[in-house]
């Protein structure tokens, strides 16, 4: 009987201590967020102490280096970050909604076994073979198509980061359209509907809020992209509106500035910091949207 008290007190303390445990962990995701969040808004708040904040925000130059008049105008940074994105997001929708379509509605178990994990090596490959591949297969091919177009530019780096979110876009749009009931396929096919249609006409509007999440969250990825834009796209920092010209992103300039071309405590330095929350704004955003795109489209079965 004594042996048996110690037993259940054992086990009741066991049962005490696992919440404790599990909260400890749960919490570390969320302090790291906070210590991530607190170095970003400090040393950005500090950039700001040297620099402007109207002259960051709505600033046409961004000529950190100059030894002259330095300009930290953020928005050439900005478009070349959306032009990559723009490109990866065309290139990556089409591609990503055929195979989400092929694998719900047309593959059967044992092709769908074998083609999505496939899919799903892109996802694998390190970004920096990504980026040599555009850089030294992808570049040369468009030169030959595109007469004008530099080693460096939007064009190739927004292609291959599209390609990369491929998986993303067909994996969560798959898992979507999966979703949708087979009584509504059924019902659609009953009416006369073709396979086609019941795909294009019944699936893919009842999983409208998981699409366009995907595909959200799959911009998100493109936006943040760093190795691929950094060795395909160029440093030049352009705000204009051309696809065939080198630019650089925001990810870009961070990895540019984090090598070492900056000396600790200098207004280039604390760029990085400005820099970096721009993107984490931008992230945040796109994430926020993909939650309210999901709750407003959602279907209840």
Known sequence: MIAKSAGNKRKRAAERAVPAVLFLIAAVSVLTTAGIVATLVAETLTFFTKVP???????????PFSNKDPQFGILPLVA????????????????????????????????????????????????????????????????????????????????????????????????????????????????GSTRFEVAVKVVLPAALSGILASVVLA???????????????????????????????MTAYIVQVATGDAGYGTPVYYSIYAVGSTLFLFTLLMNWAAHRIAKRFREAY
């Open 80 to 191: 070349g970050t959306l032009k990559v994105t723009l490109i990866a997001v065309i290139t990556a929708v089409p591609v990503g909604l055929s195979a989400a379509v092929y694998l719900s509605e047309y593959a059967s178990d044992g092709a769908r076994r074998i083609i999505k994990p496939v899919l799903e090596v892109l996802a694998g490959i390190p970004t920096i073979v990504y980026g040599f591949f555009a850089l030294t297969f992808v570049t040369p091919l468009l030169q030959s198509v595109i007469p004008g177009l530099k080693v460096f530019n939007a064009l190739s780096p927004g292609i291959v980061v599209g390609i990369m979110i491929i998986p993303m876009i067909a994996s969560l749009s798959e898992d979507a359209m999966s979703a949708v009931p087979n009584p509504v396929r059924e019902g659609a096919l009953a009416m």
């Open 53 to 63: 904040f109207r002259s960051f925000i709505f600033g046409t130059e961004w000529l």
């Open 219 to 249: 911009a998100s990825r493109a936006i943040g992209e760093t190795m691929i834009v950094s060795l395909a796209g160029g440093s030049t920092p352009n705000l204009d509106a051309g696809f065939t010209g080198s630019i650089q992103t």
